[in-house]
T-cell receptor
């Protein structure tokens, strides 16, 4: 039981490049989330998916898109990366939106 | 909007001693959850403890316990018998509950870096 997994662990992009961060969970959770963590700050919610087939914006959605591919997988896409998107990205999942969230190991993204 | 404040950016404690991390929050909600998450140098976010606001009894998990003061909107974490492996950034987080069942959002504080000294 791996819990929540994320790929890649680290990525360097040039401004304007695109990439997709992958997240998968094997806990049969319904809800999944994407957060970003900037230095000296707590995590902020980018997008979430309350259940398979639904996605909604969080606190800081601009510049991102998401896809809930199936119950297990929830991807985050940066269409045109900007230096302001340099951050550590965390995926999380929960049994339902009313339940505790469990986090993946994070992806460090550097946009030059 | 909810806010979560952790006023202690850094703290240290001697191994085997007890330390308390502070957290205050501001909300007009009556139903919510509060959490403490731990982030060690590996950067993994690990759930430490959860408190439901409707429960008067303070949550405990082995060496970790909370002092939940709902009226004062205070939620402190006490770590007893501190261990070197407790060295980490600790985040307090708030989740409000909507009666409609719509999605909850975690609001995090800025964190407290705890160092356990040998």
């Amino acid at each position: 039981n791996a819990g929540v997994t994320q790929t890649p662990k680290f990525q360097v992009l040039k401004t304007g490049q695109s990439m997709t961060l992958q997240c998968a969970q094997d806990m049969n959770h319904n809800s999944m989330y994407w957060y970003r963590q900037d230095p000296g700050m707590g995590l902020r919610l980018i997008y979430y998916s309350a259940s398979e087939g639904t996605t909604d914006k969080g606190e800081v959605p601009n510049g991102y898109n998401v896809s809930r591919l199936n119950k297990r997988e929830f991807s985050l896409r940066l269409e045109s990366a900007a230096p302001s998107q340099t951050s550590v990205y965390f995926c999380a999942s929960g049994r339902t939106v009313q339940e505790t969230q469990y986090f993946g190991p994070g992806t460090r993204l550097l946009v030059l | 909007a909810q806010t979560v404040t952790q006023s202690q950016p850094e703290m240290s404690v001697q191994e085997a001693e007890t330390v308390t991390l502070s957290c205050t929050y501001d909300t007009s909600e009556s139903n919510y959850y509060l959490f403490w998450y731990k982030q060690p140098p590996s950067r993994q976010m690990i759930l430490v403890i959860r408190q439901e606001a409707y429960k008067q009894q303070n949550a405990t998990e082995n060496r970790f316990s909370v002092n939940f003061q709902k009226a004062a909107k205070s939620f402190s974490l006490k770590i007893s018998d501190s261990q070197l492996g407790d060295t980490a950034m600790y985040f307090c987080a708030f989740m409000k509950l909507f009666s409609s069942g719509s999605a909850r959002q975690l609001t995090f504080g800025s964190g407290t870096q705890l160092t356990v000294l040998p």
